[in-house]
């Protein structure tokens, strides 16, 4: 049974459709993208996800029962917008958090340290969120919406603000909470991160749901438009190749945007019959490239 379901879910702010019957599936231990433009509806999403608003019409279950406060307990949160007050020390207000999601206090605070040793941070249990970097703010943020353990964690932006090697970090760390069961539910506007660490995504636009699937699956139904070729010295002539549209020469060989995937077959055997070739690709659409088309094609 699925961790998550939402069922043709709607939410109106008035006259203004937010979210116009979004359905989406989210398995126990999976990593699930919502994506979307700037006011595509996401954060309505995930609110309602949360049970902090409700749906208009449509149904949210979890492992198939309704919401109910208790399942609050279960629920992790990581806002955009940081959540934590600046003037108040880690360690009192997650502690907090965590109580009034059901925890002991003596268990916050074991999860709490440990958190703070995961992070290499065991010094922030008595700073001031205000004392601390912008990064290392996230990092609580991050820290107050797992410290109880949730089954379903709701991320929005996660990893905003972090520097490469934080990144990899809380990349690692999601993973982890995955492959321990939770539930993850990780809105995004960067796209490599979410090829990375899903599956399955929903693409929103303008409140309405215009990709959904397997992103393999979704690959697979775009065309594969571009071809990386580097080869040991020069090729001429790639340009007058059928079907190629447009050659870039590169520090290190060429990337040929290309109408139809015969032109591939052409420009291998041309570039063989010219030059020894050190790397040939054909490429799939990259997630970026999806969004942009599929997004920009609906505002057409
Ligand atoms: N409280 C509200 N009252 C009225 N309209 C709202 C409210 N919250 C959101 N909206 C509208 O609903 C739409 C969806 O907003 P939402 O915040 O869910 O988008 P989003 O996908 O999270 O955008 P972003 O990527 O910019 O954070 C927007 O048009 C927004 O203006």
């Known amino acids: 049974m699925e961790a998550l379901k939402l069922e043709q879910v709607v939410k109106q702010y008035g006259e203004k459709t937010a979210v116009n019957g979004i ?7 999976e990593i699930y993208g919502l994506l979307g433009a700037n006011g595509a509806g996401k954060t309505t999403t995930m609110r309602m996800v949360l049970g902090l608003i409700y749906p208009d019409e449509g149904k949210i279950l979890y492992n198939g029962k309704t919401f109910s406060d208790e399942l609050q307990h279960l629920m992790g949160y990581l806002p955009e917008e ?3 007050y600046p003037k108040v020390k880690v360690s009192d207000q997650i502690i907090y958090l965590a109580r009034l999601r059901g925890m002991s206090a003596s268990d916050a605070d074991k999860s709490l340290r440990f958190w703070l040793d995961r992070f290499d941070v065991p010094d922030y249990y008595n700073k001031k969120i205000e004392e601390l970097s912008k990064g290392n703010q996230q990092k609580m943020g991050f820290i107050a919406a797992v410290v109880h353990k949730p089954q379903i964690l709701v991320l929005d932006e996660a990893f905003s603000g972090l520097d490469p090697v934080n990144v990899e970090l809380l990349k690692d760390t999601v993973r982890e ?46 065309p594969r438009e571009e071809v990386v070729l580097r080869t040991v010295g020069e090729v001429s002539g790639l340009d007058l190749i059928p079907g190629v549209s447009a050659v870039q020469k590169q520090e290190r060989g060429y990337v040929l945007s290309i109408s139809e995937i015969g032109a591939a077959q052409r420009i291998l055997q041309h570039a063989m019959s010219a030059n020894e070739i050190e790397h040939f690709e054909i490429k799939e659409p990259t997630l970026n490239q999806i969004f942009i088309r599929a997004v920009g094609e609906s505002h057409e």
């Open 177 to 222: 909470l995955r492959d321990q069961g939770t539930s993850i539910l990780f809105s995004t506007h960067r796209m490599e991160h979410v090829e990375e660490l899903c599956r399955n995504i929903t693409i929103l636009d303008r409140s309405n749901t215009v990709v959904q699937g397997d992103i393999r699956e979704i690959k697979k139904g775009y």
């Open 23 to 29: 359905s989406l599936k989210v398995e126990q231990g």
């Open 82 to 84: 940081r959540g934590l």
